[in-house]
């Protein structure tokens, strides 16, 4: 790696990047186009929400299998064999909406299916990037994934989506199909084999129970990679699947630091999936808001992401990964009581952003501290554990989210996700920034 500040990820870091970014644009196009679009079709909120809940509950059908099939297969191809599946679909949904046969149980399979795939490809992409990125480096080759994707899926890709569905509702789906084409391609082009070398199961080490070691866990550095992740020697354990996912999520909850991170997690996205759900129906008739504004409240979410995505190294150097992750709870529940006491679409915008600073600076951070402590074998089935937990979250957020819309509000559904936050600010938060601290 080349002396400097910007270390070189290499050809193979900017070929992932780049169909990272292109994918994420025309996903961007379909979210910001999907809500809209079921927004038209009714105003109901529990129907609304239906369509984001459909994206959260084919997790638990594949929540053993795709961690497992990404340590057992070459990772590059089941990336571009994933993206394959998804243009497939997203092109079937823009020709529906094109003949005018869009409805909302059309709009909920192609939700549902689309999520579906996603599970399989960030198996796989978790796996690629330690491969690709050494330890020191991770912090910022993760950054530049979130930076990049954030920029082209909502700076970019949700706005320019609002705006091709004022044109035509059928363009923003048809520029997600292509996108997932060109991954494809950028993908293809990765030289190498990305399949996991196999070695011997065998049991992680559980780490003491004690506030003290959890503490000494958000201080390790990366280069602490080959000491965190050691396990101790043991018997061989079956190959089953079940018998390998129940080690991916042994190795998650054994380690105190990764356990704190997921339940805080779920905590994070359950919210964030609530007031997800309904935003579509806030900004059109609470704040009364046109298509396009609704494109822009979503490209400052990505603003606030980029910022944040930019930030996360320093901030990390100045707080340590416990305390930014304790910041990122803090500042989120901050920005979601923000936008449900907004009454304008500027004051909205600002603390969206804010939000989506903390949501991004949450992720990446976690991110990496599950990579430093994770070993290569066991990645993909410990990030699907801590997905499927998160997605759980989620799908109970989203659902939880158009009732209390319906019989509380519109705003409520912001203002009780801020309490929530602030609860787990004060449960698990501390943890975190003791750790930072030591």
């Known amino acids: 790696m080349k ?16 169909s990272v970014v292109v994918s994420g644009l025309g996903s961007g196009m379909r979210y910001v186009a999907l809500p809209l679009l079921a927004a038209d079709l009714t105003s109901d909120p529990r129907k609304v929400s239906l369509v984001f809940l459909a994206g959260q509950l084919p997790w638990p059908l594949v929540m053993l299998s795709a ?3 990404a340590d057992r297969v070459d990772r590059r191809r089941l990336m571009y064999t994933v993206n394959t599946a998804r243009a497939a679909v ?3 949904l823009a020709t529906a909406v094109a003949l005018g046969d869009a409805t909302l149980l059309l709009l909920m399979a192609v939700a549902a299916a689309l999520d579906l795939a996603q599970r399989f490809y960030l198996g796989a992409w978790a796996g690629i990037v330690p491969a690709i990125v050494p330890p020191p480096a991770r912090d910022r080759g993760n950054a530049a994934l979130k930076g990049g994707s954030v920029v082209a899926g909502l700076v970019v890709g949700n706005p ?24 494809v391609v950028l993908i293809a082009l990765l030289r190498g084999s990305f399949r996991p070398k196999p070695k011997p199961e065998t049991e992680p080490e559980t780490e003491p129970e004690t506030e003290t070691d959890t503490e000494t866990d958000t201080t390790d550095t990366e280069t602490d990679t080959d000491t965190e992740t050691k396990t101790e020697a043991g018997p061989r354990a079956p190959t089953g699947l079940f018998r390998q996912a129940a080690a991916g999520f042994g190795m998650l909850w054994n380690l105190p630091l990764l356990r704190r991170i997921v339940l805080l997690a779920a905590l994070f996205n359950f919210v964030g999936a609530a007031q997800l759900a309904v935003a579509v129906l806030f900004v059109r008739h609470t704040l009364g808001l046109s298509p396009t504004v ?16 930019l930030l996360e190294g320093r901030l990390v150097f ?6 930014v992750l304790y910041a990122a709870l803090l500042a989120a529940a901050a920005a979601a009581l923000g936008v449900g006491l907004s009454d304008s679409g500027w004051e909205a915008g600002f603390f969206t952003a804010a939000y989506g600073a903390s949501m991004t600076l949450w992720a ?16 993909g089935r410990v990030t699907m554990t801590h997905r499927t937990v998160v997605r759980a979250a989620a799908t109970a957020g989203a659902a939880v989210g158009g009732l209390t819309a319906h019989a509380l509000g519109l705003r409520s559904v912001f203002q009780v996700g801020s309490a929530l936050l602030l609860v787990g600010v004060l449960a698990g938060g501390r943890g975190l920034l003791r750790a930072s601290a030591s």
Not at 3 to 18: I, Q
């Open 67 to 69: 961690g497992v099939l």
């Open 364 to 379: 990446v951070t976690a991110t990496t501290v599950r990579q430093n402590r994770v070993p290569g074998e066991y990645m």
């Open 160 to 183: 320019v989506g609002a705006v091709l569905y004022d044109v035509d509702p059928a363009l923003p789906f048809t520029f997600d199909a292509l996108s997932y084409v060109v991954a």
């Open 3 to 18: 002396r400097g500040r910007h270390p070189d990820y290499g050809s193979g870091f900017r070929l992932l990047w780049a």
């Open 294 to 309: 609704y494109g822009a409240l979503a490209a400052a979410f990505g603003v606030g992401s980029l910022l944040a995505s």
């Open 318 to 323: 100045l707080l340590g990964r416990g305390g």
């Open 90 to 92: 997203a092109g079937a």
